[in-house]
């Protein structure tokens, strides 16, 4: 059964440095998302992307994140110059173009700024 | 901003016993999702309810969304461990996707 993809699973950077995260959605999949879960906190909305922009963005999707689908697979997650509190679970999800929100998530990528 | 109360925020059932689970919006719904989410994995989508009155089944877990399209219900039946997780509702307002604030699911052997 196809699914999301994430890498990397987890990843450590020091504050300020910047860092990517990379999600393969379902190949057939025409939307596609960024959200975001801090420890013990609800799981929030960044972006939503179609067509090749960027359809919806929440407030916190500010210009410390963008977002690239750079090729027919990847579609990714850019944090310039993190911060302590960008510490979180991210999730990509995709969902298909008659279904747009029936969406189906990767398993994430739990990033950690020290 | 569209809020989504769940409710309770934790229950621990034995093996075999039902439950319920509540998703209480402060605005009418026009799509209710339900997730499930294994403990630091991701989400699991397991059924989308849009009409008023609407009920799906999937195995053991029955989701309905109320007639006034505010409030939907997960119900479990027989519960059994790999019920466990964390059962997210979320909510289509049209332009963004919000989630509820979850209810952690214990199943004891």
């Known amino acids: 059964e196809p699914e999301v993809t994430q890498t990397p699973s987890h990843q450590v950077t020091q504050m300020g440095q910047e860092v990517i995260l990379r999600c393969v959605p379902i190949?057939?999949?025409?939307?596609f998302y960024w959200y975001r879960q801090i420890l013990g906190q609800k799981v929030e909305f960044l972006v939503s992307?179609?067509?090749?922009?960027?359809?919806?963005k929440s407030e916190i999707f500010d210009d410390q994140f963008s977002v690239e689908r750079p090729d027919g697979s990847n579609f990714t997650l850019k944090i310039r110059s993190t911060k302590l509190e960008d510490s979180a679970m991210y999730f990509c999800?995709?969902?298909?173009?008659?279904?747009?929100?029936?969406?189906?998530f990767g398993p994430g990528t739990r990033l950690t700024v020290t | 901003s569209q809020e989504l109360e769940q409710s309770p925020q934790s229950l621990i059932v034995q093996e075999g016993k039902n439950l319920t689970i509540n998703c209480t919006s402060s605005?009418?719904?026009?799509?209710l999702y339900w997730y499930k989410q294994k403990y630091g994995e991701g989400l699991i989508f397991l059924m989308m309810?849009?009409?008023?009155?609407e009920e799906k089944s999937h195995e053991k877990i029955t989701a309905k969304l109320d007639e006034k399209k505010q409030q939907s219900s997960l119900h479990i039946t027989a519960s059994q461990p790999s019920h466990a997780g964390i059962y997210l509702c979320?909510?289509?307002?049209?332009?963004?996707?919000?989630f509820g604030t979850g209810t952690s699911l214990t199943v004891i052997p």
């Open positions: 979320g909510a289509d307002t049209g332009n963004q996707f919000y």
């Open positions: 309810l849009q009409k008023g009155g």
């Open positions: 605005k009418t719904l026009y799509g």
């Open positions: 999800a995709s969902s298909p173009g008659d279904r747009a929100h029936e969406q189906y």
């Open positions: 992307f179609y067509n090749n922009e960027i359809s919806e």
């Open positions: 190949s057939n999949h025409l939307y």
